[in-house]
């Protein structure tokens, strides 16, 4: 069965890649022994676009940001490329890195390319043929919130990392994503604008610091095929910083869906693989997560409150993109149903002061 995460054939209009200089530019880093090149795309992700480089017999990973976007710090390669690389000298299951390009002339915009981690990544819908019982789900969302509690357990200093000041964190990204929001804003979405207006008077104390990934969920891991209990490495680096980790948690739960939400927030939930029998509900992920780091749970509701208002600032950031006519993808086309999901789901976490058991 495919299980396997395959790439699709490079669409002749994709912007994001010039064969011929990406070529060039491998040739100089990795020598004649990178030739012949033959790229294709992975097409599944909403941010940074990443493809499949095969270069002479080396299977390679290229990370950019999408065409036509200029966020300061949601795409910097550069940056996303130094975390992997000290993040691996200290904890294994990161992709490998190879080399970074930040000369625009290049491709359009700087980007990265590291080693291919092959395995399983589980979307929406898992693979043709894939049976998820109870067992594995059980073994695979314990295996999920321990590898996040390894995530805050990594030693930074060790690692290298100066990932600036955390002093603050979370009042800064109440903030930020309020800024962003108001950035994107397309629709008037009342449940949302009251979102940031709750958690500027409610958000979380600071919990402490750690390195957090920031956007992990099913989709940014790769699972061993051959034992789905075994994470691999964990994909997709570019919001890592050092921050709160509770606030890490709650942005994870708000991508875990509970076999009992309301069907609004199932029907509008980007994964729902975590309502399957036996997988553990969002109050289990985060005493596991607690009793894992020996930490308490103060808090916890303003975070998974905090995480879905994230949850719904990015999708709404794709969502305009959609909507101004940047992207042609229709996927993107449903992100503003999420976004009012996101909404409507964290005010009935608000009202009931839990973050399960939220069905309408």
Request: aromatic share 6%.
């Amino acid at each position: 069965m495919g299980v396997i995460d395959e790439p699709k054939a490079l669409r002749p209009d994709d912007a994001g890649v010039d064969a011929a200089r990406l070529e060039a530019w491998l040739v100089g880093v990795l020598g004649e022994s990178a030739r012949p090149v033959a790229i294709e795309r992975f097409a599944r992700g909403y941010s940074n676009l990443t493809y499949r480089v095969r270069a002479g017999e080396r299977d390679l990973v290229l990370r950019r940001p999408p065409v036509g976007v200029n966020i300061a710090t949601a795409h910097d390669m550069a940056r996303e490329y130094k975390l992997l690389t000290g993040i691996g000298k200290v904890w294994g299951k990161v992709p490998r890195t190879v080399a970074v390009c930040d000369d625009p002339a290049v491709l359009g915009a700087p980007f990265y390319v590291m080693e291919r981690v092959r395995g399983v990544v589980l979307r929406n819908q898992p693979p043709e043929g894939m049976v998820l019982g109870p067992a594995t789900m059980a073994a695979l969302s314990r295996e999920a919130v321990d590898t996040l509690a390894a995530i805050h357990g990594v030693d930074t200093e060790a690692a290298g990392l100066s990932l600036g000041h955390p002093e603050g964190y979370v009042e800064r990204q109440v903030s930020g994503w309020t800024k962003r929001y108001e950035a994107a804003k397309t629709d008037d979405l009342p449940d949302v604008v009251a979102l940031a207006t709750w958690l500027a008077e409610n958000r979380p104390n600071e919990s402490g610091s750690a390195l957090v990934h920031n956007d992990f969920k099913y989709d940014n891991v790769v699972l061993d095929p051959k034992d789905l209990s075994h994470v691999v490495a964990v994909l997709d680096w570019e919001m890592a910083t050092l921050g709160d980790p509770l606030l890490d948690l709650g942005t994870s739960l708000a991508y875990w869906v509970d076999a009992d939400d309301a069907p609004a927030w199932r029907a509008g939930a980007l994964i729902d693989l975590t309502s399957r029998p036996g997988s553990l509900t969002r109050a289990q992920v985060a005493e596991r997560w607690a009793r894992t780091l020996g930490r308490g749970l103060d808090g916890l509701v303003a975070a998974y409150v905090f995480g879905l208002f994230k949850v719904a600032v990015i999708a709404q950031q794709i969502y305009a993109r959609f909507q101004r006519g940047l992207t042609q993808d229709p996927r993107f086309g449903r992100l503003g149903e999420v976004v009012a999901a996101c909404g409507e789901t964290a005010e009935a976490a608000i009202a009931r002061r839990r973050i399960d058991r939220l069905t309408g």
